[in-house]
């Protein structure tokens, strides 16, 4: 019943999640009200659940003009599934907005398929990528997404190759115009950026244990049954979903070598595996089945909701 609400793209549907997203994110909030007593709180608040649904829109633009996913809105309902696997996430404002940024990036590579506008495309994402670097330093590894990019589609072109340079030049300007202005120790800020640690030691309780440990068992299941599906799926499409997966490898990757480690960082990897995720349960299959591995979703995302407020 429930794979019936959101078989297709309707308005209504995506007021539906935009709601559901408005009372889990309230439900957290409300968890410790000390940021009420301060108008900048508040504003700031306001900003990170406004960015969070701009986000959702975004991914939900990449599905479907990109024939990611067909005319449904399993996408964004994945999405905010997995956003309530680890709730913390939704107190991380810088998290958010350079996972943000690195969204607008995939949409521009992703649309590379049609060779039209290809060194604005690559510019365009280069400079995403840059600047969702100044909120988490470890997300510059998605360059390596625009690297592959360049060599499936353009690689001829030696002009393609440097524009990624030129936009790291641009944001390494605004960056040291910021850091002059508000009186910033670069050589601190860089040195502390890029350090790494691969120790998973940071679990303040068993819940945050349990719901990475689900939420990877849930990632593995929709990695594996993409992989299985991809040589079904049009040619034309095969290039887009290794998009899709290299990014869910690169956003893991950023969980791994960050340094202030938390499960917080694998916010990176949803919105690739919320289209891994759709193209499952569009596959043509059993209703049962398919009603089965929602319903089993939605259990494990409000158990590891609800354990962890």
Known sequence: MITSVFKKSTPLNFALVVILMLVFFSMHQIQDLSWLSSGFLILKKG???IILLASVLLIDFIARRNALSKESSYTIFFYFLFLLFFPSVLDNTNLIISNFFIL????????????KASKEKIFDASLWIFLATLFHFWSIIFILLVFISIITHVSRDYRNWILPFIALFIVGILFLIYATVFDLDVIEYIIKSVQINFEI?????SYQNGALS?????????????????SNRPQLLHTSFNKIIISFFIGALIFLVSSNKSNELLLFTFAPLAVMA???????Q????????????????????????
Do not use: G, W
Not at 104 to 110: D, P, T, V
Not at 201 to 205: A, G, H, R
């Open 47 to 49: 900003a990170t659940f």
């Open 104 to 115: 607008l990036a995939l949409r521009r590579l992703i649309s590379l398929q049609s060779l």
């Open 201 to 205: 030691d940071y679990f303040t309780n």
């Open 214 to 230: 689900i939420y990877a068992t849930i990632a593995l299941f929709f990695l594996v049954s993409m992989f299985n599906s991809l």
């Open 278 to 284: 759709t193209a499952h349960i569009e596959i043509p």
């Open 286 to 309: 059993e209703k049962l089945t398919q009603e089965i591995v929602m319903y089993v979703l939605i259990a494990c995302s409000l158990f590891a909701f609800f354990s962890q407020l």
